[in-house]
């Protein structure tokens, strides 16, 4: 039985998340029989096999295929992929550039917008604005409306995202942010029902399987699906979700489009706003969670593929 690597934690704020994801992971190819090793990345980027500090090519000694189970910085952007790909192992997930641009969500607008993809109009802002917000807000007014969402270039988990209702609680939220954040994207608020779409590459006979549309409903008086409602429980994921049929195969179309123009690899999972029947892509997560509350092994599920069946998938069509 093939020797699996589990990568989990890393240097982001989705540290908790990722342990969390990782945990699942192992249970699970522990009850499929795979003989596994838990690789924890710790804050500062060390990693620990067996609470010992240890080289990568070390830590995945002896190992058959890693299991990616990092998010945002690190995980996500490619640098592990990096690693991983010069030491010629299997692994889950998309290559180290695909990663890279599929995590940096401007770069990712880029790539797509010759695709035709509806997406948000934006605008970049960096921490040199500090230096003078009253231009760089009257210019965010102009160009995108009053009501907005401000989100980092780079991350996930909706972290240090921010709904803006009006044009006076702009300069607040930039104040709190740009200190944390290189650059953060600020879009024009998109009012609709928010759906995901996760991808599933050969599964079913087919290179790119779709799978169902999960709507996403937060709880009332929560404009959208942010950090705490994703991890409390109290946002309703219905899957399949309340879409009308031409919604549905738009959504479909979108998300496999999505995942073929970034030139992803193996899984992936679109978020997107449905607005008059129309679904306007938000960000593409290349590493989709894998916790109880995850949204990817949910939809999964919804098509009988149970999470243990889903993780032994991955593992079995990991490629270097």
Known sequence: MKRVAVLRGGPSTEYDVSLRSGAAV??????????TKDVIITKKGEWLESGIVRAPEKALEAVDVVFIALHGEYGEDGQVQRIIQRLKLPFTGSNA????????????????????????????????????????????????????????????SSVGARYIPHADALHDALRELLPDFDALMVEEFIRGKEATVGVL??????????????????????????????????????????????????????????????????????????????????????LPGLTNESLFPKAAAAVGLEFNSLVKHLVETSRP
């Open 26 to 35: 192992l249970s699970a190819l522990k009850e499929l029989d795979y003989n």
């Open 97 to 156: 550039l695909s990663s890279a641009i599929a995590y940096n969500k401007e770069l990712t607008k880029d790539t797509l917008r010759e695709h035709g993809i509806r997406m948000a109009k934006h605008r970049r802002v960096t921490k040199d604005a500090l230096m003078n917000l009253h231009p760089e807000i009257e210019a965010i007014l102009s160009e995108l409306g009053s009501e907005l969402f401000i989100k980092p270039i780079g991350g996930g």
């Open 201 to 286: 590459g050969h599964f079913r006979g087919e290179d790119l399987y779709v799978l169902p549309a999960v709507e996403i409903v937060p709880p009332g008086g929560s404009p959208y699906f942010s950090y705490e409602v994703k991890y409390n429980g109290t946002t309703q994921e219905i899957c399949p979700g309340r879409f009308s049929y031409h919604e549905k195969s738009k959504l479909s179309d979108a998300a496999a489009q999505v995942h073929k123009a970034l030139h992803c690899d193996h899984y992936s999972r679109c978020d997107f706003i449905v607005r008059d029947g129309e679904p306007y892509f938000l960000e593409i997560n290349t």
